[in-house]
């Protein structure tokens, strides 16, 4: 696609429940990064991706948040129990070549959880 | 210490001024930097990146790199008030590999 694409663009949900928040990176880019950003912060790092195996998740806050790339190309988070404090905008961005390359956002997924 | 350390501002500049946005980054061993524009409510857009230390300029923008001050600028001339927004500044680590951001300077250009 032209751009990178994140759905739903607005997410409620209940305390508790399960959410999966979809992106589709740029058509041709093999590193894929999800980001989460919380009002009045930059955004913080979760996971990256390098085709289709995480190459770096250390930025996942515990083991609730998962994320899976199966096909290189779209991928899914998922968080399990979701929390209030799991409400921010979770941003997806992608590149060509990886770490080192430019990386072009998403419009973000808005996440409330009440 | 933050990975990458921004001033939250905001800062303030009349319109025509030059505005100049700094950062600072504590992985010595950074070699990649960028800066994303971010208006509220939008997404961060990628306007400048930087790899070798000294100037790198792309019309009213201007980045700077100090690797052993460990520092990133960037220089904006000729503000104009569309160019109100949070400036982030990016580094990739060495350690991890991780592309982490910092939380972001507001610019207000004011007419």
């Known amino acids: 696609g032209a751009g990178v694409s994140q759905t739903p663009s607005n997410k409620v949900t209940e305390k508790g429940k399960y959410v999966e928040l979809r992106c589709d990176p740029i058509?041709?880019?093999?590193?894929l990064y999800w980001y989460r950003q919380s009002l009045g912060q930059g955004p913080e790092f979760l996971i990256y991706?390098?085709?289709?195996?995480?190459?770096?998740d250390s930025g996942l806050p515990n083991d609730r948040f998962f994320a899976v790339r199966p096909e290189g190309s779209v991928s899914t988070l998922k968080i399990q129990r979701t929390e209030r404090g799991d409400s921010a905008v979770y941003l997806c961005?992608?590149?060509?070549?990886?770490?080192?390359?430019?990386?072009?956002f998403g419009q973000g997924t808005r996440l409330t959880v009440v | 210490q933050k990975e990458v350390e921004q001033n939250s501002g905001p800062l303030s500049v009349p319109e025509g001024a030059i505005a100049s946005l700094n950062c600072t980054y504590s992985?010595?061993?950074?070699?990649?930097f960028f800066w994303y524009r971010q208006y509220s409510g939008k997404s961060p857009e990628l306007i400048m990146f930087i790899y070798s230390n000294g100037d790198k300029e792309d019309g009213r923008f201007t980045a700077q790199l100090n690797k052993a001050s460990q520092y990133v600028s960037l220089l904006i001339r000729d503000s104009q008030p569309s160019d109100s927004a949070t400036y982030l500044c990016a580094v990739i680590l060495v350690r991890g590999n991780k592309l982490v951001f910092g939380a972001g300077t507001i610019l207000r250009v004011k007419s």
């Open positions: 991706f390098q085709g289709t195996g995480a190459a770096d």
């Open positions: 961005a992608s590149s060509h070549g990886g770490w080192g390359t430019e990386a072009f």
């Open positions: 992985d010595r061993g950074s070699q990649s």
């Open positions: 058509s041709g880019h093999t590193a």
